[in-house]
């Protein structure tokens, strides 16, 4: 079956500096949507990507579809305290195939 | 405003019984799915259903178990069978094509 796969499992940066979470798939996906949980919380919707290479932004975040449609990454440039959580992608289909997640944590 | 709500919050029970967690949606949506999360970890499905009165197996379905009466209920059961009950569980909803699964707060088990 379809196989989601996250890198790094954790990250810790200080206020700042910049984040990249990355997304693998062992299969082609129609499309790729990422969430936000923050700790003690639900997982939040952010965006989905659906076409080869596609780029999209919400604010300091950027979003990023590879060309074979089989990998992802979240980019956020200059960390904020807010931004601490864990972000999972998850892969399009017939149903979603959640990544493991990668879990941010800010040093003020 | 439409939602998803779980109840309760909270829940504890003792080793043996079975327990009901409730996920109550107004958002008209078709789909419906159960997730467990365990502490540090991602989103396991335990089941799934895309229409009333059908749904599906995930891939932690053992111990547990559903039913789709109505379009807006998806209880899960957990059952004395399942070894491991304790964790966070998560219902979601979403339309017909997946766009953007919209989860619950989330009922934390605690079996002791």
């Known amino acids: 079956g379809q196989q989601v796969m996250q890198i790094p499992q954790y990250q810790h940066v200080q206020e700042g500096e910049d984040f990249t979470t990355y997304c693998n798939s062992s299969?082609?996906?129609?499309?790729i949507q990422w969430y936000k949980q923050r700790p003690g919380g639900h997982p939040v919707f952010l965006i989905q990507l659906v076409k080869s290479g596609e780029v999209k932004k919400q604010k300091r975040l950027t979003f990023q579809f590879g060309e074979a449609k089989k990998n992802s990454s979240l980019h956020i440039t200059a960390t904020q305290t807010t931004d601490v959580g864990t972000y999972f992608c998850?892969?399009?289909?017939?149903?979603?195939?959640f990544g493991g997640g990668t879990r941010l944590m800010v040093k003020p | 405003d439409g939602g998803i709500t779980q109840s309760p919050k909270y829940l504890f029970r003792k080793e043996g019984q079975n327990v009901t967690l409730s996920c109550e949606q107004n958002?008209?949506?078709?789909?419906m799915y159960w997730y467990r999360q365990d502490p540090g970890q991602g989103l396991r499905l335990i089941y799934y259903s895309q229409i009333v009165n059908d749904f599906q197996k995930g891939d932690i379905a053992e111990g547990y178990s559903v039913s789709r009466e109505k379009k807006e209920s998806f209880p899960l059961t957990v059952t004395s069978a399942q070894k491991n009950p304790t964790a966070f569980y998560l219902c979601?909803?979403?339309?017909?094509?997946?766009?953007?699964?919209?989860f619950g707060s989330g009922t934390r088990l605690t079996v002791v």
């Open positions: 979601a909803s979403s339309r017909t094509d997946n766009y953007g699964y919209t």
């Open positions: 299969t082609t996906l129609s499309n």
């Open positions: 958002l008209n949506h078709d789909a």
């Open positions: 998850a892969g399009g289909g017939n149903m979603l195939t």
